[in-house]
């Protein structure tokens, strides 16, 4: 068999469903020598196999692109109007943008300079956090703070302790969260005691059961309006889709 039959034998037999019902019909002599010949076509035209990955990748990756857009569309609600989690940039801006962030994941805090450069500069981009701590017991403890914040002082006093948070080095303990309270400009006792409160507990839990319905395993994951990012997007990478997002 020469080898430009071959594959065209290849290109059109294996996608067909009865392709293997061919190779069951074959004689064992024939079925042997056809898989001599491809072997010996892949090994002297190994581009193939690249392709074929290539083909493969591009529909796993269009598979997971529709499957999250599905999942969007199915959880809008608590993604884009949930009552509990901080609303900041343009409150009536075109596009949203929903970020499940951990205060102590370090591309969440590599990327918490291109969020507030992306939505200064844009105008137009209503913003969502949402507290998604997976990383221990700093992680939950430094959510509880910042939603403790919220909860007792509104949107502009969260702002405050977000951007602190995401830029503390120390360990966020009871001293360290109690001066950080007092520096922010509140009484630190009835944050700390919040921060154990059933209302905050709820906030956590009502976020971590949507992430996993939304099958988010890491941080930090962004929503922007139908689009779903899993992991940290470059400044101009985040431009190029709130851009697409408009024109769609």
């Given amino acids: 068999m020469r080898l430009p039959l071959l594959a065209a034998l290849l290109s059109c037999t294996l996608a067909m469903p009865s392709f293997a019902e061919g190779i069951e ?7 042997t020598a056809f898989r001599a010949e ?3 076509y892949l090994l002297e035209n190994p581009e193939v196999l690249v392709d074929a990955m290539n083909v493969l990748n591009d529909r796993q990756a269009q598979a997971e692109l529709a499957s999250d857009q599905q999942l969007i569309v199915e959880h809008k609600a ?6 509990a989690s901080w ?4 409150p009536d801006g075109d596009i949203t943008v929903v970020e499940f962030m951990d205060y102590r994941c370090g591309y969440c805090r ?10 200064k500069a844009d105008g137009n981009i209503r913003l969502v956090l949402k507290e998604y701590p997976i990383l221990g017991d700093d992680s939950v403890a430094s959510a509880r703070f910042a939603i403790a914040v919220l909860q007792l002082h509104g949107n502009d006093a969260y702002k405050k302790a977000h951007d602190a948070l995401i830029t503390l080095r120390g360990t966020p303990d009871a001293e360290t969260l109690g001066r950080l309270a007092t520096d922010l400009g ?3 006792k009835p944050v700390l005691d919040r921060m154990a409160s059933d209302e905050v507990t709820a906030v956590i839990a009502a976020n971590q059961e949507l992430g996993n319905k939304m099958s988010i395993s890491g941080t ?10 899993r992991g940290y997007v ?3 990478g985040m431009q190029q889709i709130v851009a697409a997002e408009r024109k769609s």
């Fill in 25 to 31: 019909s074959m004689t064992d002599a024939e079925r």
């Fill in 38 to 40: 491809v072997k010996a």
């Fill in 78 to 83: 608590d993604l884009f109007a949930d009552k």
């Fill in 87 to 90: 609303v900041g940039g343009n």
């Fill in 110 to 119: 590599k990327a918490y300079q291109d969020v507030e450069d992306l939505v």
């Fill in 186 to 188: 509140f009484e630190a």
């Fill in 220 to 229: 930090p994951t962004f929503v922007i309006d139908s689009q779903m990012l």
């Fill in 234 to 236: 470059p400044l101009d």
